[in-house]
């Protein structure tokens, strides 16, 4: 009897709960398949506009009819006549040769005519790039050349401009066979798509979905008496308070065990938050205040329990932290990783800031 291998399963990609809850996030090139035609060439204008903004003096959108082949223009000095094309495809497949034969019959025509000077460079940015047969072409002008010329009355004369038949002879012949087609590029979607994360439009476009994952919270064995030193202090204090002795150090507070066991789970919060910090960088715009507003709602909303008063400091420490964990917080660009641990360790860094006091 035959055995067979029992492969190992593939690890379980990790999940938020706001994966669970709500599904994986659509990754930016599939919601590039979701746009429309007009709201792709939006996003490309966008992009030339603040990615490109050093190359180009101004910049125009021209899509739709009548636009002569020209879906954006990238002015890099107008009155020279020096300009970029930015031909933009939407289409749910690669891009082949039929389907830019008559783009490239544009260019050439209404140069020959005089509409337009030839521009510097020619880029084509599709959804889901050009196919290989194209690819190729592009990389060789002369074998484009070649095949718009072989392809001209099937792909390119009747679709011009819908006022007459565009035959390939005479001068246009000429002219075509002249046309340096080696300023014809392309701008692939992985491409497009790192650079429009640059911009300030990504985050309107294509949201805020994950890229690196929360990293697991690591406590230091020794104390960083520059960093935690404040509301370690503070902490020290509210269980002197509680316990009626005097307790001036982490290592005179181990005999007491319910609340070492309570100052090493305060501690373990307190670098929660440096994750989350690393979260906020990783994941949201570099201007984000998420976790700055994060810090004050919490403070605002503690601060009334805070102001109450206690038998002890520790039962201001306690009241405090029961009700930042009830906080939802929702509206916070974080939330997605918010967790208790970060609610609690929150009001220890405002401690650390002055702006809390467990003893007052």
Excluded at 64 to 84: C, L, N, P, V
Excluded at 258 to 275: A, C, G, L, V, W
């Amino acid at each position: 009897m035959e055995t067979l291998d029992i492969l190992t399963p593939k690890e379980t990609p990790k999940l938020t709960n706001h994966d669970i809850l709500f599904g994986k996030p659509i990754a930016p090139n599939q919601r590039l398949g979701i746009l429309s035609d007009d709201e792709f060439e939006d996003i490309v204008t966008e992009w030339i506009f603040e990615y490109l903004k050093s190359k180009y003096t101004s910049i125009r959108r021209c899509g739709g009819a009548g636009d002569k082949g020209r879906d954006i223009i990238a002015w890099i000095d107008e009155r020279g006549g020096k300009w970029d094309n930015y031909q933009c495809k939407h289409y749910g497949s690669k891009l082949t040769p039929t389907n830019f034969y008559v783009e490239l019959g544009k260019l050439c025509y209404y140069s020959k005519k005089g509409d337009y000077t030839i521009p510097e460079k020619y880029y084509i940015v599709s959804r889901n790039g050009v196919g290989t047969t194209l690819g190729d072409m592009i990389d060789n002008p002369e074998s484009l050349k070649i095949a718009l010329i072989k392809n001209w009355k099937e792909y390119v004369e009747k679709k011009i401009t819908s006022k007459e038949n565009i035959k390939l002879e005479g001068e246009l012949k000429k002219y075509v066979e002249s046309f340096d087609f080696s300023i014809i590029d392309t701008i692939e979607p992985h491409e497009f798509i790192e650079q429009f994360k640059e911009t300030s439009f990504y985050w309107y476009r294509f949201g805020g979905q994950i890229q690196k994952y929360r990293n697991q919270t690591i406590v230091p064995e020794i104390i960083d008496s520059e960093a935690e030193m404040r509301y370690i202090q503070q902490l020290l204090m509210a269980y002197s308070d509680v316990a009626n002795v005097n307790i001036t150090s982490v290592e005179e507070l181990a005999q007491f065990i319910p609340y070492k066991s309570h100052f090493d789970m305060q501690r373990t919060n307190f670098y929660s938050i440096e994750t989350l910090k690393e979260f906020e960088r990783d994941n949201l715009p570099p201007d984000s205040t998420a976790f700055e507003s994060f810090k004050n709602e919490v403070l605002t909303a503690v601060f009334t329990k805070y102001l109450n008063n206690y038998n002890n400091s520790f039962e201001r420490l306690q009241s405090v932290l029961e009700h930042s964990s009830l906080l939802t917080l929702a509206s916070n660009p974080l939330s997605v990783t918010l967790n208790v641990m970060d609610k609690h360790g929150i009001c220890h860094h405002l401690v650390n800031e002055n702006k809390l006091s467990w003893k007052l």
